[in-house]
């Protein structure tokens, strides 16, 4: 296994719906995650990537359960 010495802010970035999938190779986890040890930054970055698809995942649970003339309605105002 080649682990760089240490991975930078800008791949780990790139590489966050990947982790937060679980389809990363074993080599890039270590990786990432030997970066977030140290890195505060990331690490917040990871949490607010995280909150915001769980708020997305929400919003569209309400949307799919709301009514279908509510929808209408909502969407008809928009375009006056």
């Known amino acids: ?3 760089r010495p240490y991975l ?14 679980r389809v990363l190779p074993p080599e890039t986890i270590v990786e990432f995650e030997r970066h977030l040890a140290v890195c505060a930054s990331c690490v917040a970055y990871l949490a607010s990537y995280k909150e915001t698809i769980r708020a997305a995942r929400i919003a569209e649970d309400v949307i799919a359960d709301a009514p279908e003339e509510l929808i209408e309605a909502i969407l008809r105002s928009r375009l006056q």
Not at 8 to 18: M, T
Request: aromatic share 12%; net charge negative.
């Open 1 to 3: 296994m080649s682990v």
């Open 8 to 21: 930078p802010c800008s791949e780990v970035i790139g590489f966050l719906a990947d982790y937060i999938d």
